[in-house]
């Protein structure tokens, strides 16, 4: 049998990898708002009332600042679909996407009311595929409808 030989070979390839410091990152230290609208009596009232308010503690006798948050008044709250009207419904109805899920509604007319989904909206006239009472489609004037319900998904 032969004999083995171990020989020292020098690397085929050598890559270079130099060593790198990570990158120290500038991180802003400072914040300044300048308000170029001037500020009326209300809101400049209803500022400094709900800033900061001073709570005196009895057992400690420490006088401690808190700050106070209040909704603004110029914010809209969030409200449930079944707080819209009709024509926030509708609205509604027109603007959801077609990549979102669809959703089942329970269209409420002056004569009877439908089960289904919403497909489109033409001038005065809502094109649903209605699941109940039969699966068909469905056109409803705007003028028919009395409710919009949410069934479910």
């Known amino acids: 049998m032969g004999r083995k030989r171990s020989r020292k070979q020098s690397p085929l390839f050598y ?36 800033r900061t308010i001073e709570v005196n503690s009895e057992e400690t006798g420490i006088s401690e600042e808190v700050i106070h948050e209040t909704e603004s008044l110029d914010a809209p709250k969030k409200r449930n679909f079944k707080e819209y009207t009709l024509e926030e419904k509708i609205k509604h109805l027109k603007l959801v996407p077609a990549s979102v899920a669809k959703v089942k509604y329970e269209f409420i007319t ?43 998904l």
Do not use: C, T, W
């Not at 001037?38 to 009232?45: F, G």
């Not at 005065?124 to 409808?145: G, T």
């Open 110 to 152: 002056i004569e009877r009311s439908y089960k289904g989904y919403f497909i489109e909206m033409k001038d005065d006239i809502l094109f649903i595929h209605s699941i109940s009472p039969r699966k068909k489609s469905v056109s409803i004037l705007k003028e028919d409808l009395v409710d919009i319900k949410r069934a479910g």
């Open 15 to 50: 890559i270079n990898q130099p060593n790198i410091d990570l990158p120290q990152p500038d991180m802003q230290k400072n914040f300044s708002f300048n308000n170029s609208e001037e500020m009326s009596e209300e809101q400049q009232q209803q500022e400094n009332s709900s």
